[in-house]
């Protein structure tokens, strides 16, 4: 079993930044990669961007240029820095990795960017 957990969110204006963190009760370096989704009201879960044991990232189209996956070994935390903030970023933020075969998420935490 792994827990993670998310924190980090909260309210922002628009044009604002967060970091959302996700913290993992397994060393980051097994998980074949971690990444961050989100689900805005009424919409369905997207992917927003992950990081591969290698370290190499990749990012939803929505969210290229303005966030910034990244990792902290030492810690087994994975970060979301997130800029530039828009009120499509609105949304329940979980973050989810695969140990093996097996996929496990947060409970996610809420950002909401005001206009």
């Known amino acids: 079993q792994v827990q993670l957990v998310e924190s980090g969110g909260g309210l922002v204006q628009a044009g604002g930044s967060l970091r959302l963190s996700c913290s993992a009760s397994?060393?980051?370096?097994?998980?074949?990669?971690v990444g961050w989704y989100r689900q805005g009201p009424g919409k369905r879960r997207e992917w927003v961007a992950k990081i591969s044991s290698g370290g190499n990232t990749n990012y939803g189209d929505s969210v290229k240029g303005r966030f910034t996956i990244s990792r902290d070994s030492a810690k087994n935390t994975v970060y979301l820095q997130m800029n530039r903030l828009e009120s499509g970023d609105t949304a329940v933020y979980y973050c989810?990795?695969?140990?093996?075969?097996?996929?496990?998420w947060g409970p996610g935490t809420q950002v909401t960017v005001s206009s």
């Open positions: 397994r060393s980051i370096f097994t998980a074949n990669a």
């Open positions: 989810g990795g695969m140990w093996s075969l097996d996929q496990y």
